[in-house]
């Protein structure tokens, strides 16, 4: 507990600050200094000075006329060491100016005002609060970088008119890691030369000198994430025009005995990889480098100070997320992860930090259960055990190991099962419903990734209770947790979960209709598609009590929305709307009026032709509406412009376009239907049948296939003929094309309707060819698909917008 000072304590201090307005430079200067004193690992008294409001007049001591340098020295070290309290110190800090003075510091003939200076800056930066864009400002990048060229006694010269000591080459490095925030940033700090400089340290000449290695690999690490072209830069560049590439020195950093080098150098050498840059050649070394270098890290405990704002972490919380950026968009490393055995040891980690942060019931607690579960005959469960807050450390060990879990099993079966094996799943669902954000924010992540298996849809994830504490979270106070909640949702009301119930039975429409107004375009989306997939093969009834909540002009401003992703995933949810039988599509033309459907069609058709995602969406609009009576038929047909431009699309260079252009055709004229003929003329006048007859030889073999049941509608091609390239001779009789949340493309015949969640998916599956005569052509209706668009290896993809993502 922190004591109060004492008031003659007191009046020392305030004497001290008397003393900053002295008119003697040096009683100026004693007085600085004995603050100084007092302040440097003391919070309590750095708090009690900047209440008293030293911070401005300190700042301007570093620009005065009148402050010689030793003066200048003292204040740079106070400011920094009020800059390693607290985030609240550092905004005092950033109020009073100090950030631009200090700057200034850095083109200072003297090298130790210089370093003084950088190290107050240093710790300045670690904190968010601090605005990384004034280094950007007049040419204090380029004053920073040429810091970055470090001389010993023994180890080159500086090409500067300053030696640099490799202390303050550490210090500039950590300043230009930690504002590299944006891509701009970045590509600033690039093209005044950084890169290079950075990589000179990284030679083995500079290895009795680590800790500016560590520094150099920093900000490499955060120059090249998510940018091609400066991971590119680095991978091209020569360590002292040596034409030798940083990444076999990187690869082998990444086998260093200092747990913190080692966690460094896989971090950037993670950054080049997903960044697409590094060459072919180093893909096996890396691989069998990193992985197990990171699982190794999972434990270790040494700290690093870069992590975490002003205050230390540790290596073992940022391992996981590395791991995390390493695996979540590769198969084949997920695969690599899994046979290293990396799901026993993260599970090892989340289920000892679960335990660590509980506490066993008390007797009189442990008592009164007993007697409770005496009373009720024992059906009761027990009482979960106390939680109690854990330790800031705790936490992000917590979140970074659940961002990894989540990543592992984001793509392959195998990892989900493995980590349900594991036991994971209750720790996951407790998590839900941790004080911390971040840590429900990354339960959220592992459930969606475990939700895209269709087994785990129907068993675990029932069997775990998911879906009440997930749909709270569609109410969390923060954001980010709403963002994931909804994006995992998406999976959650598939049809054949059988947690969709669970969650229209608890206002899971209205929550979601209420986040489809949201003023963030993410939460609208996600929002957006669920609501799309809870549609999915969904009953009249669903289908009524969803537009009930949303209501007709709500769908319509969502299909004009400003974000095309918001406007594609809305005409998908019309898409399933009209998707069922007559009475639906009846629902639709009397929901937004029969001009307005026609008027939506016909803007996204030549409006929007260039996003083929609503195109694409808008064409099947056409298809489901196409198979409805002979008006819903009409409506269409008497609308040239939407004919024509179906018309246009059948030459389009993607082969899923063109096959939905040929299904709008195929029900258009499905010839059991009254007036098939009439609309047939119609369409030969409008040129359809030559272009048709051009498909013949597509080289998709889903449209040729398609062509020949549309031509076979219009009498041109005689049935049981195959198309030249043709694999089969079946009778080219209607195939059935419905779609299921699994990938499959056999179904009901009501429509072609789109539960897929996510931006990755494709829409086929496997396909299922067979010819029908007579009375089956009326039951099995062409244009039916009503498939899952994303399943990928019967996995359900992931459900948020594309990105990110996501």
């Not at 219009?714 to 049935?719: A, E, K, R, T, V």
Request: charged letters at 25%; glycine letters at 6%.
């Amino acid at each position: 507990m922190v004591q109060p000072l004492s008031p003659t304590a007191v009046s020392k201090h305030e004497a001290a600050v008397a003393g900053l307005d002295a008119l003697d430079l040096q009683e100026r200067t004693r007085a600085v200094r004995f603050i100084k004193n007092n302040v440097i690992g003391n919070r309590t008294k750095k708090e009690m000075y900047l209440s008293m409001g030293v911070a401005a007049r300190l700042v301007e001591f570093l620009f005065a006329e009148d402050c010689d340098v030793d003066l200048r020295v003292q204040v740079a070290v106070v400011l920094g060491s009020f800059a390693y309290g607290n985030d609240h110190n550092i905004k005092v800090l950033v109020d009073a100016g100090a950030i631009t003075p200090l700057l200034g510091t850095l083109d200072a003939p003297e090298m130790k005002l210089v370093e003084a200076g950088a190290r107050a800056l240093k710790a300045i930066f670690q904190s968010a609060e601090a605005p990384h864009e004034d280094v950007f400002q007049a040419s204090y990048v380029e004053s920073l970088i040429r810091l970055l060229t470090p001389t010993t006694e023994t180890v080159g010269t500086c090409s500067s008119d300053r030696a640099v000591p490799v202390r303050v080459t550490e210090v500039a490095a950590g300043i230009l890691a930690k504002v590299a925030v944006t891509h701009d940033n970045q590509m600033q700090i690039a093209r005044s030369g950084a890169i290079p400089l950075l990589a000179n340290v990284l030679d083995a000449r500079w290895n009795a000198s680590p800790k500016v290695q560590e520094a150099a690999l920093d900000a490499l690490a955060n120059l090249c994430r998510d940018n091609p072209t400066i991971s590119q830069k680095v991978v091209c560049c020569q360590i002292y025009d040596s034409a030798i590439s940083p990444i076999p020195t990187i690869i082998k950093l990444v086998r260093d005995r200092r747990p913190v080098m080692r966690l460094l150098a896989a971090t950037c050498l993670t950054n080049i990889y997903r960044a697409g840059a590094l060459p072919t050649v180093y893909h096996q070394d890396t691989i069998l480098t990193l992985m197990p270098t990171l699982i190794k890290l999972f434990t270790e405990t040494a700290p690093i100070s870069t992590l975490y704002g002003s205050g230390w972490a540790t290596v073992q919380e940022k391992a996981p997320k590395v791991f995390a950026d390493l695996v979540e968009s590769s198969e084949e490393l997920q695969k690599a992860a899994l046979e290293a055995d990396a799901v026993t040891k993260l599970a090892a980690v989340v289920i000892g930090e679960s335990a660590a942060t509980t506490v066993p019931e008390s007797n009189e607690l442990k008592a009164k259960s007993r007697k409770d579960a005496k009373r009720r005959g024992n059906k009761a469960p027990p009482a979960p055990a106390i939680r109690v807050s854990s330790c800031g450390h705790a936490e992000r060990v917590t979140e970074g190991f659940l961002r990894a879990i989540a990543a592992i099993c984001s793509l392959r079966e195998e990892c989900r099962k493995q980590v349900i094996d594991a036991k994971l799943l209750p720790h996951i669902v407790n998590a839900m419903s941790h004080p911390n954000r971040r840590i429900r924010s990354a339960a959220c992540e592992c459930t969606r990734s475990l939700s895209r298996s269709v087994k785990n849809l129907r068993t675990s994830l029932v069997d775990a209770g998911v879906a009440i504490p997930l749909f709270k979270l569609l109410s969390d106070e923060s954001d980010d947790v709403q963002l994931t909640a909804s994006a995992t949702l998406c999976n959650i009301v598939l049809d054949f979960s059988p947690m969709k119930k669970t969650v229209l039975e608890n206002g899971g429409v209205e929550r979601l209709v209420d986040l489809a107004k949201s003023m963030d375009d993410r939460l609208r989306l996600n929002a957006v598609w669920a609501l799309k997939n809870l549609l999915f093969q969904a009953d009249s009834d669903t289908k009524t009590r969803v537009m009930q909540e949303l209501q007709w002009d709500g769908l319509l401003s969502l299909i004009d929305d400003a974000e095309t992703g918001i406007q594609e995933q809305a005409l998908n949810l019309l898409r399933n709307l009209a998707c069922g039988k007559e009475v639906d599509i009846e629902q639709v033309f009397e929901g937004l009026g029969e001009e307005r459907v026609l008027d939506i069609l016909e803007a996204k058709l030549t409006k929007s032709a260039s996003h083929d995602d609503i195109v694409l969406q808008a064409l099947y609009v056409i298809v489901n509406v196409a198979t409805g009576n002979q008006r819903h038929k009409s409506a269409i047909m008497n609308r040239e412009s939407i004919l024509l431009s179906v018309w246009g699309f059948m030459s389009h260079s993607k082969s899923s376009i063109r096959v939905a252009t040929i299904w709008c055709i195929i029900n258009l004229t499905w010839t059991d239907d009254v007036g098939s003929q009439e609309r047939v003329a119609r369409l030969r006048a409008l040129g359809f049948e030559p272009r048709l007859q051009n498909m013949m030889e597509d080289l998709n073999m889903d449209v040729k296939d398609r062509v020949k049941t549309a031509l076979t509608n219009f009498g041109s091609l005689i049935p049981g003929s195959a198309s030249p390239g043709s694999q089969d001779n079946a009778p080219a009789v209607p195939m059935e094309i419905a779609g299921s949340a699994a990938g499959s493309t056999v179904g009901s015949a009501v429509g072609i309707a789109n539960a897929g969640p996510g931006p990755t998916g494709g829409g086929n599956g496997n396909r299922s060819r067979r010819g029908m005569r007579g009375a089956e052509r009326d039951r099995e209706r062409l244009g039916d698909f009503t498939g899952a668009s994303s399943v990928v290896f019967g996995s359900l993809s992931d459900a948020t917008a594309p990105n990110q993502d996501a």
